[in-house]
């Protein structure tokens, strides 16, 4: 079946700019990750959902981002008067169930770029 | 808070060498411990896993050993081979589902 896919795969925009990226999980998947990855580091929790309730938004960094589910599937990261240091491959991943146990599939990953 | 340490590379190794990447963490109680691998072009996967202390995980000739005395996690092959040319993560989870990474790993193998 199909895996996670993200869109789009590159973005660039300008500082200040509003961007939104999206996730696709895996049909049946009930949680649901965003991560961030900055050139040379690993990737860095943002926030998770387990259906349409963001389970913990701890990760974060600002006011300036907001995630949502509004249906349990698809999810949308919303940056708003984006950063240069927001620049970054944004990682998706899904899971079955809200467990350690379960296995994280990842997407290909949104490579934002903020000029 | 929970952090992963991972010895930095890049590490250049020929094909059927012997190979390990080094893994340490700090974490509050007992995490599950994962590594994840990056294939160029690709995006990550899970390579093994272990959810507890002395279990060993195993996948594609890849073995990772849960050590609680000394906080370590290694990745151990005994062959390595040009496919395996990657990055590779080591990570923890506390317990509920959130993943904490380190900072990768690249290896290259030459033929």
């Known amino acids: 079946g199909a895996g996670v896919s993200q869109t789009p795969s590159n973005k660039v925009t300008e500082k200040g700019k509003y961007v939104e990226l999206r996730c696709d999980p895996i049909s049946g998947h009930t949680a649901l990750y965003w991560y961030r990855q900055s050139l040379g580091q690993g990737p860095e929790f943002l926030i998770y959902f387990q259906g349409t309730g963001a389970a913990d938004d701890s990760g974060l960094p600002n006011d300036r981002f907001f995630a949502v589910r509004p249906e349990g599937s698809v999810s949308t990261l919303k940056i708003q008067r984006t950063e240069r240091g927001d620049s970054a491959v944004y990682l998706c991943?899904?899971?079955?169930?809200?467990?350690?146990?379960?296995?994280?599939?990842f997407g290909p990953g949104t490579r934002l770029t903020v000029l | 808070g929970d952090s992963v340490t991972q010895m930095e590379g890049p590490v250049t190794l020929s094909e059927e060498a012997f190979l390990t990447i080094n893994c340490t963490y700090t974490?509050?109680?007992?995490?599950?411990l994962f590594w994840y691998v990056q294939y160029p072009g690709e995006g990550l996967q899970l390579l093994l896993k272990a959810t507890k202390a002395d279990d060993k995980g195993s996948n594609k000739g890849f073995e990772a050993t849960y050590r609680k005395e000394t906080t370590s996690f290694h990745l151990e092959k005994g062959s390595v081979q040009v496919s395996d040319s990657a990055v590779y993560f080591c990570?923890?989870?506390?317990?509920?589902?959130?993943?904490?990474f380190g900072k990768g790993t690249m290896l290259l193998v030459s033929p």
């Open positions: 974490a509050t109680g007992y995490p599950s």
């Open positions: 991943a899904s899971s079955l169930t809200l467990s350690e146990i379960n296995e994280q599939f």
């Open positions: 990570a923890l989870s506390p317990g509920y589902s959130t993943l904490t």
